[in-house]
């Protein structure tokens, strides 16, 4: 329970402590300041269409996976994936909705409502865990936890880059998704192929 430790670590931190404001207002500075706006940058615009079809990307491959899952009779990463994914989207929706919250006096013009965490990170990293848990075992661990890696951060990257999101946002969506895949894991006890 060490990753929701840390969605929870990270979303008192940035979210209530000044330091962790500061923090999370700097990084977010950078990013905004190297990509620019999406209505002005190319790179912003870039990034607004990566962020807008990851997600859709990466289900379609994840479906493709899983039909294969079934197909090879590999039911624990069929049903890990069917069960994490949706878990972790719906928390991302239940936790940013309905449970958190922003302290009114520190609403920002742009953030004038809880972004914590980000759905679109969710659902990012929780395809690539599935994917990870469906993948052929002809595929390279190394090169696929890489890959998986840097999708997520890309992700991350551009919900900061268009401005949807905080970096906090993303990093606690990970801590997330990462409290899922932890829990998923045990509770199927999921075993390397």
């Known amino acids: 329970m060490l990753a929701a430790a840390g969605a929870a670590l990270v979303y008192g931190l940035a979210v209530h402590t000044p330091a962790g404001r500061s923090v999370d207002g700097a990084v977010l500075g950078l990013v905004a300041g190297w990509a620019g706006t999406p209505d002005t940058s190319a790179v912003a615009a870039a990034l607004g269409v990566i962020r807008g079809a990851l997600p859709f990307l990466l289900a379609a491959a994840v479906g493709v996976l899983g039909m294969i899952g079934v197909a090879r009779r590999r039911w624990r990463g069929v049903v890990a994936a069917a069960v994490a994914i949706p878990c972790a989207i719906a928390s991302s929706l239940v936790l940013r909705d309905l449970l958190l919250s922003r302290p009114s006096e520190l609403a920002h013009p742009v953030y004038a409502h809880n972004t914590f965490p980000s759905t679109h990170v969710t659902a990012v990293a929780a395809l690539c865990l599935a994917a990870w848990w469906l993948r052929p075992t002809s595929w390279n661990d190394t090169v696929t936890a890489y890959s998986a890696g840097l999708i997520v951060l890309?992700?991350?990257?551009?919900?900061?880059?268009?401005?949807?999101?905080r970096p906090s946002d993303t990093l606690g969506s990970v801590f997330l998704v990462a409290a899922w895949g932890a829990m998923t894991v045990y509770a199927l006890r999921l075993r390397p192929d």
Do not use: E, F, Y
């Open 154 to 165: 890309l992700a991350a990257v551009a919900s900061v880059a268009t401005h949807a999101h």
